[in-house]
């Protein structure tokens, strides 16, 4: 009998994984190496390999529309525009403009600044002024408003495009939300476990979760 299969992916395995995937580009890389010199809130910043997974799925889909929610310095945005369909737009929202210059910067060096429609201010109020159909939406900000960003995400997708949820194990906190160590990480984990529970179960979507990173989900809108 087989059990399910697990690794551990230790630094050596991470490195190889990179190794194996298409090499950032230069300025990809710049902007993660600028954003690892911000310090602490450099964790925020999904990883290299997430990147291109964004960029690979955008691409699948010849998307036009994509929406990007927490922006931080951009690297999802950016990914996500190298993967638009000529014309595309990447709308992305941030509820803070403090690191939007090194973003901008980025998407400059890039030549997708006209691709990337940066929109300041709360996400859901920003989700709210957008009419579909999307090719895709990729949830990155704060994890207590997941159930109200999945609530306004899904309706806008067009048949056949991809929610993508990040930070779904939640430091592996959501199969044991109780454990978690302070109040906010509790009710954080409660609140992605409910919404990966409801994905799973919504079937408007086909979900399928991934241990990428902290976990991702992509679900495809069913037709
Ligand atoms: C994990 S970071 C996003 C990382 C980014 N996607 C990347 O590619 O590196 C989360 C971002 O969400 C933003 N954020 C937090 N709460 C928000 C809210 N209510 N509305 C909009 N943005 C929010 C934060 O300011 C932060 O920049």
Redesign the pocket.
């Known amino acids: 009998m087989t059990g399910p299969k697990h690794l551990t992916i230790t630094p050596a395995l991470g490195a190889y994984l990179a190794a194996g995937s298409t090499a950032p580009e230069a300025v990809t890389a710049s902007l993660a190496r600028r ?1 690892a010199e911000l310090g602490d809130a450099a964790g ?3 990883p290299l390999e997430q ?1 291109g997974l964004l960029t690979l799925l955008a691409r699948l889909l010849d998307a036009r529309t994509v929406i ?10 950016l ?1 996500l525009a190298r993967g638009l369909a000529p014309g595309g737009r990447v709308i992305t ?4 403009d403090e ?1 939007r210059p090194l973003a901008e910067e980025h998407w400059q060096r890039a030549g997708v600044d006209d691709r990337i429609d940066f929109r300041a ?4 109020r ?1 989700l709210r002024t957008i009419s579909g159909p999307v090719d895709l939406v ?1 949830v ?3 994890k207590m ?1 997941y159930p109200l960003y999945y609530e306004l995400a899904v309706p806008l997708l067009r048949p056949g495009g991809l929610l993508l949820l ?2 779904v194990l939640l430091d592996g906190h959501v199969a044991d939300p109780q454990g978690a160590g302070d109040m906010l990480m509790r009710r954080c984990a409660e609140r992605v476990d409910a919404v990966n529970r409801q994905v799973a179960a919504d079937d408007r979507l086909d979900a399928v979760m991934l241990p990428i990173a902290d976990g991702l989900t992509i679900a495809r809108r069913r037709f």
């Open positions: 954003t925020m910043m999904i990147a990007d929610v927490g922006t931080f310095t951009g690297l999802s945005a990914a929202c941030d509820n803070s690191w201010g709360p996400a859901a920003t990729f990155d900000a704060d408003n990040d930070n």
